[in-house]
């Protein structure tokens, strides 16, 4: 504070200026405050830490010990007010079966749920392409360190303890993973894991009170997996789905008006934005990498191939992303000045999400294809977006983007590395990742979910009177 000597008398003019003077220490202080905390936050790479390495060589686990700067203390975030969250969550205990159990962890006597608060005791998630859909496990992570003291994380979402005072029930099912493990129909019994465990959440959903009361609209159910919830989605079809799009689903039982898009956890590994290749370093025009001949939507990867395989700065190859397949993929998107995404089985694939984490503006190529949190971000800014009926004409696609010079590249590129965090899955989570993004989503739609249930009671009041006389 500044002192102020107590025999002068001050003119207005004077106290107002030492006024101003010390607004400006406080607003200067207070962002420095600010600033400290947020570059405190536990690195992005701590999440290394409990995603399991075994299948690719690209998630090497880090310790915190190793990536921690000493000299910076993680400085805890004050725990977060309930009535600050936008998102107030109730969560349905399930038994773990349905959640981390399917990751093999097993809890002692009576305890539903990991303790999130210390690292270690946190059961790993597979890695390979299972992570592609693993939104369920950094979900509720979150929501579980939401209740956990110490854990700096962002405040959208919080566990509430009370249904009635919930925005949204949340259904804590590792559908995604129950059915890229649990699939399989094991020895003599009739039906897989997968299948009934789905048989089981329908049942205990159906059975609650929470459910009943609004037909279950309020309830926000992952399926991230197109192929996950496949029995259940029928019967639970009322409830808000998070999922990565629409393809394999009818519109009555998913649809833009009240499911949320959530991104796939990207395979590659993430460019730091000051160390991305600028466009003199990119001497690919075009990478693809996939599986070429698919089914479904996915005539048009093979019409693509015969158009541009002699090209020589185009990379156009067959490959799964496995194994070694995720570094070279890591390699090529971030030598490539345009990455192609390309409708395959379905609409969506982590392909996009690869080529924005590399800073590769992405081409789209999928008429069907639904992208995350497009309410609040222009995709326009950071990709190219082609109708699949005028990227098969000859020349057409090379025209395009051979015409696309160093300038605008660059301006979409900028953009890329802004907005490539809102893509990140990580525990705990921070303000602007994927995970801190979905729950705004979610909010946005439990908006939308009241305004559509105030526009029926409209004429309520009026239909009363009439009834009464
Ligand atoms: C965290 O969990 C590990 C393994 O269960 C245990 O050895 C360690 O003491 C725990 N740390 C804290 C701070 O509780
Ligand atoms: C939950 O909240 C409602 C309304 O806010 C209240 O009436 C009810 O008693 C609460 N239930 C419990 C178990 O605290
Ligand atoms: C098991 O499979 C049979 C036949 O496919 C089906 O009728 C039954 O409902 C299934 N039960 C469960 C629990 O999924
Ligand atoms: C993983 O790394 C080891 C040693 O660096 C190497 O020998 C092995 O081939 C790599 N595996 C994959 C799948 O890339
Ligand atoms: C108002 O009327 C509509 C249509 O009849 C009905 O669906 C809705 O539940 C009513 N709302 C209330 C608060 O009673």
């Known amino acids: ?34 600033r400290i905390g947020d570059n405190s936050f536990v690195p992005k790479s701590i999440y290394n830490l409990i995603v399991d390495s075994s299948v690719s060589n690209e998630s090497k686990s880090i310790t915190c010990k ?3 700067p000493k000299s910076k203390p993680i400085k805890p975030l004050p725990s977060c007010n309930p009535n600050q ?21 097993i809890g002692k006597q009576n305890q539903i749920w990991p303790n999130v608060g210390n690292f270690t005791e946190i059961p790993r998630y597979p890695g390979g392409l299972n992570l592609q859909h693993s939104i369920e496990y950094w979900l ?9 003291q110490n854990i700096p994380r962002s405040c959208s979402a ?35 894991t997968n299948d009934i465990l789905q048989e089981k959440l329908v049942e205990y959903l159906k059975g609650r009170d929470e459910w009943k009361r ?66 003199e370093k990119r001497p690919i025009l075009v990478y693809f990498q996939g599986a070429i001949y698919r089914k479904d939507g996915g005539v048009i990867r093979q019409e693509l191939y015969y158009l541009m395989k002699d090209e020589k700065d185009v990379h156009f190859t067959f ?37 924005i984490v590399s800073h590769c503006v992405p081409v789209i190529i999928s008429d069907e294809i639904e992208l995350p949190y497009e309410d609040v971000l222009d995709y326009s800014k950071i990709s190219i977006f082609v109708p699949a009926s005028k990227a098969c004409k000859k020349g057409y696609l090379l025209k395009l983007l051979r015409g696309i010079k160093k300038e605008k590249w660059t301006e979409m590129w900028e953009n890329l590395k802004q907005i490539a965090p809102h893509f990140e899955y990580e525990y705990p989570s921070k303000p602007g990742d994927a995970v ?30 009439l009834n009464a006389h």
């Not at 399930?94 to 159990?101: A, E, K, Q, T």
């Not at 509720?140 to 956990?148: F, R, W």
């Not at 303890?161 to 399989?184: G, M």
């Not at 995404?341 to 379905?346: E, P, V």
């Open 214 to 279: 609004f037909g279950g609209k309020d309830h926000l159910i992952m399926a991230h997996h197109p192929n996950s919830m496949l029995l259940a989605r029928w019967k639970l079809g009322s409830a808000m789905f998070l999922l990565a799009d629409f393809g394999r689903y009818s519109n009555e039982i998913a649809n833009i008006d009240k499911d949320v898009i959530a991104p796939y956890r990207h395979v590659v590994r993430s460019i730091d934005a000051n160390n991305s290749p600028s466009f």
């Open 319 to 355: 490959g799964s992303a496995i194994g070694g397949g995720v570094r070279k993929a890591s390699t090529g998107m971030s030598a490539s000045k345009f990455c192609l995404n390309i409708a395959g089985d379905t609409p969506s694939s982590n392909r996009l999400f690869d080529a």
């Open 158 to 192: 919080i566990l509430v303890h009370n249904s009635t005072q919930a925005d949204i029930i949340f259904v804590p099912f590792f559908s995604s993973l129950s059915y890229n493990r649990h699939s399989k129909i094991q020895g003599i019994e009739q039906n897989s």
């Open 436 to 465: 801190d993004m979905i729950w705004k989503a979610v909010s946005r739609k439990v908006s939308r979910l009241h305004y559509k249930s105030h526009r029926k009671n409209r004429y309520n009041m009026s239909q009363q009177f």
């Open 1 to 34: 504070m500044i002192s102020i000597p107590e025999k002068r008398v001050f003119s207005s003019r004077l106290l107002s200026f030492l006024l101003g003077i010390s607004m400006f220490f406080l607003l200067i202080s207070s962002s420095l405050l600010f």
């Open 140 to 148: 509720t992570l979150d929501l579980l360190s939401s209740k956990t």
């Open 66 to 68: 190793e990536m921690c």
């Open 85 to 105: 969250a936008i998102l107030k969550v109730f969560m349905y205990d399930l038994p773990p079966d349905f959640h981390f159990g399917l990751l093999g962890w």
